[in-house]
Each structure stands twice: as C-alpha cells, then as structure tokens.
T-cell receptor, first 113, second 113 residues
C-alpha cells in the first residue's frame, strides 16, 4: 500500500486550544478516514470522507478531503482533556477483493488541563 | 452496541514459545482482519478473511505466523515460535462491507521476554 505522511508527529496543547493535523500522500485516494486510539484500546472511527472537497463535522471535530485527493485535514476545536490519544488517518486499499485499511503513523495529542 | 471481542487482553510469553490470540467479530460481518501495531506506529495488516477464506496474507510472516477462520465466524492467530520482535498490540477488526462498519476490538498486548 501507499505510504501516508501524518504531521505533526505529536502535539502538546493547553485545554481550550484548537488543534489541526494533516495527512498527505503521493497517490490519489477515493476515501479518507480519521480514527482515534486511546491507550490500550483499538482505533475508533471519527470521520469518513468520500468526495474531494468534502467537509464533514462530528461535534467539535471537522475533517476535509483535499481537492487534489492527496491530502486530508482534521481539526479539533476547544480541546478538552478527553481528546488525548493518537489520531490516525487511513485510506481504503482496494488491492484485495474487499478492501482493507492502510494507516498513517499517527499524531499523538496531549492536552494539559 | 455490537463489538469485536478479543482475548486475552494481555499476554506475556517467553521467546521460542507458542502463543495464540482469539477474535470473535461482530455478528454478520463476513470480513475479518488481523492487524499488528508496534508501539509508536499505525496498525499494519497481517491477514484478511472473507468468510473462511484468506483473501490477503501478503504481509503475514508465514514461517512463524498462522491464522484460521474455520467456520467463517471466529478466528485464531498463532505465533510459533515467538520472537522478541513480535512484541506488539494485535488488533482484530471486522466489517460488513468496505470501510462501512469497520470495527476494531480492544486488542491483545503481547510481550515476548
């Protein structure tokens, strides 16, 4: 599968601040997904994007599917301590018959109360 | 809410020993995935099943790893013999179709000593 580049690798922010992270690739994708993983748990889907230019919100989270289809952004507004975790972008790889998810390396978010 | 069940949650084993992990997907999900997540990295696909058939095991180290899903429901991932580098989180996921309903279990944290 193609490599996804996530940045930043880690973030340390104050509670109440807004957060922005992004994911880029050299290849074009038809689906971008954003997951959150808390310590000792599996990743949980936050937002799925299916169309170039699409902007989708889920509470305080907003994600956008880049126009070039090679990137995506995730923003978190007014961060709270429970936002702590690792955020992964992923794309659906259809090399196999049913498709499977390929993940980036993640952005680790720490929130200081 | 339906979930993917995995056991055990934690496993410590000595190198050269055999170890096995179990996964029970969400009822009705035909596709089952095993991922390995090394600390600080994103999950990486090891094997994908469609019902009882393997559709992608290109990243599975077949000299020591094996996976089966005999009746197309639950699945077992085995490592024999375990090596120090196998220490990781092993995640199981299932999906109804593509990215929709792609749900992860809480994982098995393996430590090889």
């Amino acid at each position: 599968g193609q490599q996804l580049n996530q940045s930043p690798q880690s973030m340390f922010i104050q509670e109440g601040e807004d957060v922005s992270m992004n994911c880029t690739s050299s290849s074009i994708f038809n689906t971008w997904l954003w997951y959150k993983q808390e310590p000792g748990e599996g990743p949980v889907l936050l937002i799925a994007l299916y169309k170039a230019g699409e902007l989708t919100s889920n509470g305080r989270l907003t994600a956008q599917f880049g126009i070039t289809r090679k990137d995506s952004f995730l923003n978190i507004s007014a961060s709270i301590p429970s936002d702590v975790g690792i955020y992964f972008c992923a794309y659906m790889n259809y090399g196999g018959s049913q498709g499977n998810l390929i993940f980036g390396k993640g952005t680790k978010l720490s929130v200081k109360p | 809410e339906a979930e993917v069940a995995q056991s055990p949650r934690y496993k410590i084993t000595e190198k050269s020993q055999a170890v096995a992990f179990w996964c029970d997907p969400i009822s009705g999900h035909a596709t089952l995935y095993w991922y390995r997540q090394i600390l600080g990295q994103g999950p990486e696909l090891l094997v994908q099943f469609q019902d009882e058939s393997v559709v992608d095991d290109s990243q599975l180290p077949k000299d020591r790893f094996s996976a089966e899903r005999l009746k197309g429901v639950d699945s077992t991932l085995k490592i024999q013999p375990a090596e120090l580098g196998d220490s990781a989180m092993y995640l199981c996921a299932s999906s109804l179709r593509g990215a929709d309903g792609y749900t992860f279990g809480s994982g098995t944290r393996l430590t090889v000593v």
